[in-house]
């Protein structure tokens, strides 16, 4: 699309699919790239990849924070800078928020004036967590790491033309004026995101360094999932001609190369193979590729419009394999959303009732707004 708005609103949804949200306490320091690759995320993360993502696309988005306690502020949701509004995505809940006639994008000016529109964010006992007076005091800050801010960053980005194009650099002065310039924004700061996450890695004792170095391990142990996991972020589809061969063309599908390393044997072993391992470490790092990769399928067959396979990978695969696994809340999501498009849609409302994930109110109210639509 040709609407900054409408680009921002799908790079929004894909990074709701595709990061699993965390609770706010389960934080652990990561580059969007890690957020990215691991497939999981907090509130805050999803918005910083959410913003890299805008970036890339020559749109701005800043993060707007709310009082909270005594002179603190506390992070709300990214927003995205078009036209001389900010537009309001919630990466907690899942969805933007809705404009006035529940449809649509809200603006911070609008919410602002129409603080009791804040009411249609309530289901049930669950209310938002935000309320009008704090709408009323919101502050702004751009996402900026120490990387984008320098002269380096500037003078590399212009190396890097047509198809290698690549958006490092951040004019925070220029944004924070703009974003300033607009009624209903207080003070204009950086984010402290990049600069807690260098502060925690840092920081972080021996324990923790194990832990994360753990986490990677299914990558390092089984290098064709990470492969497979650039590919499918790649999402290259083209033919090019390859000259050492008498320009015979080739047909470049990243999509298709990820699904045949995601399907692999050497990645998604048999069950049989797994139980004969000698190694109980070994063993947990090939389980736990697979059960990346099984619902990366998921996810990946969703992205290109194969939904009955993708449901087979998220139901039969994911959730009836493992239960109360790792990306449970993820592929319930996910197989609500398969659901909604195969036209299933109570299945997709039942789906998104039953969730207990930190995701809980987002999927309530999109499951009250699908019942409206019947």
């Not at 190396?159 to 003070?187: H, I, M, P, Y």
């Not at 063993?283 to 290109?304: F, I, N, P, Q």
Request: some cysteine; charged content about 25%; overall charge neutral.
């Amino acid at each position: 699309s040709f609407d900054p708005l409408e680009r921002a609103s799908k790079l929004f949804d894909w990074t709701v699919r595709n990061i699993q949200l965390d609770a706010d306490d389960d934080y652990r320091a990561r580059w969007p790239w890690q957020t990215v690759l691991y497939g999981q995320g907090t509130a805050e993360q999803r918005a910083w990849v959410f913003a890299q993502l805008c970036r890339q696309q020559k749109m701005d988005v800043v993060i707007l924070q709310v009082p909270d306690d005594p002179g603190q502020t506390k992070f709300w949701l990214p927003a995205l800078l078009h036209e001389g509004q900010l537009y309001l995505f919630d990466t907690r809940l899942g969805l933007p928020l809705p404009g006035s006639d529940d449809t649509g994008v809200a603006t911070l000016a609008e919410l602002a004036a129409n603080a009791e529109r804040l009411s249609q964010l309530s289901v049930n006992q669950l209310s938002y967590s935000v309320s009008a007076d704090q709408i009323r005091q919101a502050t702004a800050a751009v996402v900026a790491s120490p990387f984008a801010l320098s002269q380096r960053a500037k003078l590399l980005e212009t190396e890097f033309t047509g198809d290698d194009r690549l958006v490092l650099s951040v004019d925070a002065d220029a944004l924070a004026k703009q974003v300033g310039a607009l009624a209903n924004v207080g003070d204009v700061t950086l984010w402290n995101e990049a600069y807690r996450a260098i502060l925690e890695q840092l920081r972080r004792p021996k324990s923790k360094r194990i832990a994360e170095a753990t986490e990677f391990e299914p990558f390092a142990w089984r290098p064709l999932l990470y492969k497979a996991r650039v590919l499918h972020f790649q999402g290259t589809d083209e033919v090019r001609k390859d000259p050492s061969r008498g320009n015979l063309t080739e047909e470049i599908n990243s999509h298709r190369e990820a699904s045949r390393l995601y399907t692999s044997p050497r990645v998604r072993p048999p069950k049989k193979l797994l139980d004969e391992l000698p190694s109980d470490d070994k063993r947990t790092v090939y389980s736990a590729a697979k059960s990346r990769a099984t619902y990366w399928l998921g996810l990946l067959s969703y992205e290109e419009g194969r939904y009955k396979i993708a449901a087979d990978w998220l139901l039969r695969r994911t959730l009836a394999a493992q239960p109360d696994g790792p990306w449970t809340s993820g592929a319930r999501y996910n197989l609500a959303r398969t659901y909604e498009q195969l036209g299933r849609t109570d299945e997709a409302i039942a789906l998104y009732e039953a969730d207990e994930s930190p995701q809980r109110l987002g999927n309530l109210l999109r499951a009250r707004r699908l019942s409206r639509s019947e």
